[in-house]
């Protein structure tokens, strides 16, 4: 399992504030015999559209020491 970025707890929280539930903590996405890992999936279900949104948000920082 990757390790979490610095900002992963702020990025989340941001999210689900603006209304995404976070599905899965991470994403793991398999493409042929390669798996990835994103840091967060969610979705969004759209009241007025009956129709689900749906992101993969992978979380970097560039800290300088």
């Given at each position: 399992?990757?390790?979490?970025?610095?900002?992963?707890?702020?990025?989340?929280?941001?999210?689900?504030?603006?209304?995404?539930?976070?599905?899965?903590?991470?994403?793991?996405?398999?493409?042929?015999?390669?798996?990835?890992?994103?840091?967060?999936?969610?979705?969004?279900?759209?009241?007025?559209?009956?129709?689900?949104q749906?992101?993969?948000?992978?979380?970097?920082?560039?800290?300088?020491?």
């Open positions: 399992m990757p390790a979490k970025d610095i900002f992963h707890n702020a990025v989340r929280s941001a999210l689900e504030k603006d209304g995404w539930t976070i599905t899965h903590d991470p994403l793991s996405v398999k493409v042929d015999e390669m798996e990835f890992y994103v840091d967060l999936g969610a979705e969004r279900i759209l009241a007025a559209e009956k129709a689900g749906k992101i993969a948000v992978e979380i970097k920082s560039f800290l300088i020491a």
